[in-house]
Nanobody, 124 residues
Framework: QVQLVESGGGSVQPGRSLTLSCAASGFTLDNYAIGWFRRAPGKEREGVSCISSRSDDGAKYASSVKGRFTISRDNAKNTVYLQMNSLKPEDTAIYYC????????????????WGPGTQVTVSS
């Protein structure tokens, strides 16, 4: 059974860091791109970052997180990480991961197998 499960969320003060994990099972992680998305209260879901299935194809970031967030993958552990630094209150959201064939556009309808999400709250 294909499954993605997020973890690592929590409540932190502005300026602090968190690392989210997306654990994959039921499929070969290195054949897929993995994306991180978030949904803030009262807002639509938005793409945060994605990483290609190939290590040389790089990663993609939303402008709002570029320079603060770093996505990485460990295919041996079937896990993708999102390192979030310099967190801001506007980063407060439920964070989800999903898979696709390509890390090209966040609005592709082919993102699938969404995890249940992990809550990130940034507040003083």
């Amino acid at each position: 059974q294909v499954q993605l499960v997020e973890s690592g969320g929590g409540s932190v003060q502005p300026g602090r860091s968190l690392t989210l994990s997306c654990a994959a099972s039921g499929f070969t992680l290195d054949n897929y791109a993995i994306g991180w998305f978030r949904r803030a209260p009262g807002k639509e879901r938005e793409g945060v970052s994605c990483i290609s299935s190939r290590s040389d194809d790089g990663a993609k970031y939303a402008s709002s997180v570029k320079g603060r967030f770093t996505i990485s993958r460990d295919n041996a552990k079937n896990t993708v990480y999102l390192q979030m630094n310099s967190l801001k209150p506007e980063d407060t959201a439920i964070y989800y991961c999903a898979r696709d064939i390509w890390c090209s556009r966040f609005d592709r309808p082919t993102w699938e197998n969404w995890g249940p999400g992990t809550q990130v709250t940034v507040s003083s």
